[in-house]
């Protein structure tokens, strides 16, 4: 019986520490992209030794932070990381090096790596090195870290999110409405997260001085590249002089002819020429940008949309929402939402769900990953 308690204990200690290791993740949020979001902690006896995360891009990885933190306590211990230990050369060296050099006894990892450059081969080092190791504690969790890192590597594009408010009866909603406001600020979290987000002008303007200014004030943090289009209206050829107030990066994808290209270049605002815009084209550009994330926001005058998401995401899944997700979404308390909506075989995701906090009439804001 004690040895059976104690491999109890054993497991339930895994799913502890990978936990911890997600938390400890997640502070890089917005900040590691094309990279993921990588925990690690170092546990001897019961005990935290080390702790660490991937921070940043071309910075070290979370195990080389742990093992410093731990230092000579790292002998004997095992290793928690949320993704596989690395194998290879990139911007920095192998973990699977720095592991087996401080001669840890066991390495627990949330999920294995779909980089194909590491794709399991960070795991077999560990074994052939003569560490145990052991796979898939928390997978899931491990996994929700990182969509849009894993997305972009197995499909080979960015992670698409159409991001758009619909009415109860299932209309499509230009805007929020008068008063309306979100609540909980989760779109100004979405935002740090995402590489790039596509905006209506109105939506842009707006933005400069209020939508796209992230909650944490942190200095540096992540703020989306904004992409507008400009379509020519036939009327005026020019693209609108942007006024880009917060010096964030800006690409403006237009089908005009002649551009006004001289004052842009100042404002940190790319202007990109296309034949003809659709939302492969964008995402193709993107994607030669190394970007792994875009979010395509609905709100706002989104007239210039609505042909874009016509071509390039079909229609049928906002029929889908409306006609298969809502009456759902109508019968339930917003947690019992989210568990029926996963249940629900879409062949769409629906990342979020919510009643709008003050709106009068209920609107519903949900995000579709393609
Ligand atoms: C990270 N952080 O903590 C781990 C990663 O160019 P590099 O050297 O930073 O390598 C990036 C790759 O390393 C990444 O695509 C992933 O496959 C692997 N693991 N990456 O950024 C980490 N453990
Ligand atoms: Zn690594």
């Not at 195990?63 to 949320?82: K, S």
């Not at 590597?153 to 406001?181: A, E, H, I």
């Not at 492969?280 to 792994?292: E, P, V």
């Amino acid at each position: 019986y004690v040895v059976c308690a104690q491999k109890n204990n054993d497991q339930y200690d895994d799913g502890f520490y990978m936990r911890k290791s997600v938390e400890l993740a997640r502070k890089g949020l917005g900040y590691t992209s094309p990279n993921p979001l990588v925990g690690c902690v170092i546990v001897k006896d019961g005990e935290v030794v080390g702790q660490g995360f991937h921070p940043k891009a071309g910075q070290p990885h979370a195990e080389v932070f742990a093992l410093r933190d731990a230092g000579d306590l790292a002998e004997n211990a095992t290793a928690y990381v949320t993704l596989e230990p690395c194998n290879h050369f990139g911007r920095t060296p192998p973990c699977t090096e720095a592991l087996i050099k401080a001669k840890v006894k066991k390495v627990v990892v949330g999920m294995v790596d779909p980089n194909p450059i590491v794709a399991s081969k960070g795991v077999d080092r560990l074994r052939n090195a003569g560490i145990e190791v052991v796979v898939g504690v928390e997978e899931e969790l491990c996994k929700g870290l990182n969509e849009a890192y894993i997305h972009h590597m197995l499909v080979g594009k960015p992670l698409l999110t159409l991001r758009y408010s619909l009415s109860v009866n299932g209309n499509l909603l230009d805007s929020l409405g008068n008063g309306v406001t979100e609540s909980g600020g989760y779109y100004s979290r979405l935002l740090q997260e995402y590489d790039a987000v596509i905006l209506s002008s109105s939506l842009f303007r707006e933005s400069l001085s209020v939508d796209l200014v992230p909650l944490s004030q942190e200095p540096g943090a992540n703020q989306p590249i904004r992409i507008i289009v400009h379509k020519d209206s036939g009327s005026s050829n020019q693209i609108p002089l942007v006024n880009n107030k917060v010096n964030d990066k800006v690409i403006i994808f237009t089908d005009c002819r002649e551009t006004t290209a001289s004052e842009e270049a100042q404002q940190g605002i790319e202007t990109v020429s296309l034949d003809e815009i659709n939302l492969d084209a964008i995402l193709d550009y993107c994607n030669r940008q190394g970007l792994c994330s875009v979010l395509l926001d609905m709100r706002g005058n989104c007239s210039e949309y609505e042909e874009l998401v016509k071509e390039g995401i079909e229609k049928k899944y906002i029929n889908k929402f409306v006609t298969e997700i809502l009456p759902v979404w109508k019968g339930c308390t917003q947690n019992d939402t989210l568990l029926q909506l996963k249940n629900l075989d879409q062949g769409v995701k629906v990342g979020y769900l919510r009643p709008m906090a003050s709106a009068q009439s209920v609107v519903v804001e949900g995000y579709l990953n393609f």
